[in-house]
């Protein structure tokens, strides 16, 4: 353990996916030495690789109307989006599928044949057709599964980006109240490296709970919970992902090949879970005692049937649909189960709180990208807006041409010795313990305590606070006895304190916001609450968590003189619920 590392670079870069990978090749084009450091294998790892939905791009010369999409997305996400930043998102989507074209990415069909493709197509006819998506404002171009970063990883290779895999990164370092690099650990040892740079950019990803689900267990929330600790602002942290999985292959990917195509749920009864505001449907139908829910291929006419194998082959035919035996024409009821994404937060809503467009945070030198950059491009999202690796592509271009921008005019950092130190004790502390608590045994508690759906997206004041009361005394007594016996369970330890701490931003957000909008539903506030809640939540450490408003623009508020019921998209609940 006393061999350390120092490892000095203008721009560092904290994860290997498709916005660190984006903000490493723009950065490296503005001349400045760059460097990646995952806790994984960079272009391998996090969300990115199994991301193999759509790469979303709005071109108006394909048809696609500005306005007509803005007011959409407005209207979707409950008039909390940042429209500054969904214009950036719409207005770069294009270019963004450029560069990933040029870098070599493979895609199953040549963009010709995409611009006309549409989910819509698909859906065309179907009765419960999710009516808030957009379909016809953007154009949905199929990925080939795992087969995006990882030319992006070559393509920052290519440039001159140094890449160091499998070395978690667990703090910031800060000298004068800039961020002035990191420090972390290799997990093939217990060495130390220190990374002292000009420009810090955090592109780690989104949190999760480790649940059984959406190959994304190795995000823990790590960016956001060094951020808080350095000083930083966090944002949206109340509004939950909603991704849910097959019970039977609960982290198996291929069925979003082919939800899409046919996305017709059932309950219990056999009544239909329509697609309409799918963000509740599910968890409601739980709740109200009508479960499970079935993705009820028995349903599939066979026009249906033809839709599902054309998007296949619109997919490039993945091998993932066959793995477990699955074919649309021979029907069959597939149970779902929740949770997939327990612990994760909305892309682009929750993250660290940018102060500019070039992805800043409120902490000089340090910047963000990706899933932990909270832009609120698309609002609150009742469902269908285009989420994914787009933004974190766009996001990752910000982050990196203004990091660079930053580290050209910063002079060389310097770091005390007293906050190395310090940062080091904390570090290594697990490990040095004799005696102590199993990180995976703490874990499993978080996990009971958190991931029950009455507690992360049917919410209720007193259920909350209880769960509140169980995380802080984890945080408090048991977060600091955890024992790590090898660099592998050092790195779990780290892991756990950071879940620790997103649950308690998690439920902190979700006690503060005292309405329902989006994804956020409070059973005690069941309607949205305007004008008081056209806001985002900022939270920041101040001694203790602190929480406050940030209002939006009234320039960007819906019209408040029109009905309520038609300011907002309705919503579907099953008989029974919350009675």
Not at 132 to 156: N, V
Not at 340 to 361: D, H, M, Y
């Amino acid at each position: 353990m006393s061999l350390e590392n120092l490892v000095e670079t203008d721009v560092l870069v904290i994860g290997g996916g498709t916005a660190g990978c984006f903000a490493a090749i723009k950065a490296r084009e503005q001349g400045v030495d760059v460097a990646i450091v995952d806790k994984a294998y960079a272009g391998k790892s996090g969300a990115s690789i199994v991301s193999s939905g759509m790469w979303p791009v709005h071109n108006p010369k394909w048809g696609h109307d500005f306005d007509e999409c803005m007011t959409n997305i407005s209207k979707n996400g409950e008039y909390i989006n940042n429209r500054e930043w969904t214009a950036i998102m719409l207005n770069e989507s294009w270019a963004t599928y450029q560069d990933v074209m040029a870098w070599g990415v493979e895609f199953p069909a040549k963009p010709e044949e995409m611009k006309d493709y549409y989910i819509k197509e698909i859906m065309k006819g179907r009765e419960g057709a999710d009516k808030h998506t957009m379909p016809d404002k953007f154009t949905w171009i199929p990925l080939a599964h795992r087969k995006t970063t990882p030319f992006l990883r070559k393509q920052a290779e290519k440039v001159g980006v140094k890449i160091m895999d499998r070395i978690m990164v667990t703090d910031l370092l800060k000298q004068d109240g800039k961020v002035v690099g990191a420090i972390g650990f290799s997990l093939d040892s217990y060495y130390l490296y220190i990374f002292k740079a000009k420009a810090t950019i955090l592109c780690g990803g989104n949190n999760s709970f480790r649940p059984s689900g959406m190959n994304k267990a190795c995000l823990t929330g790590d960016p956001d919970a060094m951020a808080y600790r350095a000083g930083a602002e966090i944002t949206g942290k109340e509004f939950p992902d909603m991704h849910f999985s097959m019970a039977n292959y609960p982290a198996w990917r291929g069925s979003g090949e082919l939800f899409t195509a046919f996305f017709y749920l059932t309950d219990a009864e056999g009544e239909r879970v329509p697609a309409d505001g799918m963000d509740l449907a599910m968890v409601s139908t739980i709740d109200a005692g009508r479960g499970p829910v079935f993705w009820d291929l028995d349903a599939a006419t066979p026009g249906d049937v033809e839709a599902m194998l054309a998007y296949k082959k619109k997919r490039g035919n993945p091998v993932e649909v066959e793995r477990i035996g699955l074919d649309p024409a021979r029907g069959g009821k597939y149970a779902l189960v929740g949770g997939g994404a327990a612990g994760g937060s909305e892309e682009q809503a929750a993250g660290i709180w940018p102060i500019n467009t070039k992805c800043a945070s409120s902490l000089p030198g340090l910047y963000a990208a990706g899933d932990c950059c909270g832009t609120w491009c698309w609002g609150a999202i009742v469902t269908g807006a285009p989420w994914g690796l787009m933004p974190a592509a766009v996001t990752g271009k910000r982050a990196g041409a203004g990091a660079a921008e930053y580290a050209l005019q910063a002079e060389k950092p310097v770091i005390a010795k007293e906050e190395l130190a310090r940062l080091k004790k904390i570090l290594y502390a697990p490990a040095e313990r004799r005696g102590g608590l199993s990180p995976r045994w703490v874990t499993q508690l978080l996990q009971n305590t958190m991931m029950p759906y009455f507690i992360l997206h049917i919410k209720q004041e007193a259920r909350l606070q209880a769960a509140l009361t169980i995380v802080e005394f984890l945080r408090d007594r048991l977060v600091p006895k955890l024992i790590a016996k090898d660099a592998h369970e050092l790195r779990l330890a780290h892991e756990t304190k950071n879940m620790v701490l997103n649950a308690e931003m998690i439920l902190r957000a979700s006690l503060f916001r005292t309405e329902s909008r989006g994804r956020h539903f409070r059973e005690d506030y069941p309607r949205k609450d305007d004008p008081a809640w056209l806001a985002w939540i900022r939270l920041k450490e101040e001694g203790r968590m602190t929480l406050f408003k940030e209002p939006v623009p009234k320039e960007w508020w819906p019209d408040l003189s029109k009905p309520y019921e038609e300011r907002y998209y309705p919503r579907w609940f099953p008989k029974g619920f919350l009675k």
